[in-house]
Nanobody, 120 residues
């Protein structure tokens, strides 16, 4: 069984910064691509940023230049540094990962999400 847990959400003023972490735990697993998604009230869940195991990254246009995704494979942890936050960044942020788990199959896992609220 693999478990993803997000940390670092909270309330911040516009223009401020937050750093999210996603810690992956379990036994006998190997992480592949990892992603951050977000879902605002009444809206669909959208991809914010992705990072491959090799470190290639990509971002949604709305966060380019403000957010930075990174990962530490030795710690099974992914990060999202969010700078110059805007009220429209308010959402629940979810960690997502492709994992080869104990079954040896590639599966997709989600965290429970962490709330980020940006006040104007």
């Amino acid at each position: 069984q693999v478990h993803l847990e997000e940390f670092g959400g909270g309330l911040v003023q516009a223009g401020g910064s937050l750093r999210l972490s996603c810690v992956v735990s379990g036994s006998s697993f190997s992480l592949n691509g990892m992603n951050w998604y977000r879902q605002a009230p009444g809206k669909q869940r959208d991809l914010v940023a992705l990072i491959t195991r090799g470190g290639r990254v990509d971002y949604a246009e709305s966060v380019k230049g403000r957010f930075t995704i990174s990962r530490d494979n030795a710690k099974n942890t992914m990060y999202l540094q969010m700078n110059s936050l805007k009220p429209e960044d308010t959402a629940v942020y979810y960690c997502n990962a492709d994992v080869v788990d104990g079954s040896k199959w590639l599966k997709n896992y989600w965290g429970q999400g962490t709330q980020v609220t940006v006040s104007s």
